[in-house]
Antibody, heavy 119, light 113 residues
């Protein structure tokens, strides 16, 4: 069965960086892309961007451009999302989600990774 | 950017009754070349990731009970739960994937009356 397993919770100081991993299994990794979506405490869902596991092409939300980088490691079927220059309003649960044929809706989601930014 | 607006923000429905959630996009998400609406619906329970219910506005994801249905086209969409069950208590989100940045509605909290 399709599984996306994310790395554990992180606590970071303002200005630091965080790198969250999403390890895929149960399907052909390079046949799908991965979106990243975050959810601040008690809030709704925010799409952060997408990466193709086939060729590494990316599509980032404009408001995060310059702070976010998504990468893949096909040898381990893992996708990474790095967010830099963290601010308190980056505190959120971060989810990875598998797309469907290049269309950016998520048919399988990771369990989420809580990133807390606090001094 | 496309803005997605759901109504109502919260909804209380009796068990066995129909629940209807609306979603409106600030511009059409109907792609004329394939006549498909780039609209998905998700259910999110506390402490869990979202779960895909509906994509292409009306296609039910495998394993989703048939009491869930999606309808609409262009800018106006509806998620209907035909007979509310206790396990349907959750927050529901619509999402457009017509253009990036993809965007979600603010969510509708569904409770039992």
């Amino acid at each position: 069965q399709v599984q996306l397993v994310q790395s554990g919770a992180e606590v970071k100081k303002p200005g630091a960086s965080v790198k969250v991993s999403c390890k895929a299994s149960g399907y052909t990794f390079t046949s799908y892309g991965i979106s990243w979506v975050r959810q601040a405490p008690g809030q709704g869902l925010e799409w952060m961007g997408w990466i193709s596991a086939y060729n590494g092409n990316t599509n980032y939300a404009q408001r995060l451009q310059g702070r976010v980088t998504m990468t893949t490691d096909t040898s381990t079927s893992t996708v990474y999302m790095e967010l830099r220059s963290l601010r308190s309003d980056d505190t959120a649960v971060y989810y990875c989600a598998r797309d469907q044929g290049g269309y950016y809706y998520g048919d399988n989601w990771g369990q989420g990774t809580l990133v807390t930014v606090s001094s | 950017d496309i803005v997605m607006t759901q109504s109502p923000d919260s909804l209380a429905v009796s068990l066995g009754e129909r629940a209807t959630i609306n979603c409106k996009s600030s511009q059409s998400v109907l792609y004329s070349s394939n006549n498909m609406n780039y609209l998905a619906w998700y259910q999110q329970k506390p402490g869990q990731p979202p779960q895909l219910l509906i994509y292409w506005a009306s296609t039910r994801e495998s394993g989703v009970p048939d009491r869930f249905s999606g309808s609409g086209s262009g800018t106006d969409f509806t998620l209907t739960i035909s007979s509310l069950q206790a396990e349907d208590v959750a927050v529901y989100y619509c999402q457009q994937y017509y253009s990036t940045p993809c965007s979600f509605g603010q969510g509708t909290k569904l409770e039992i009356k």
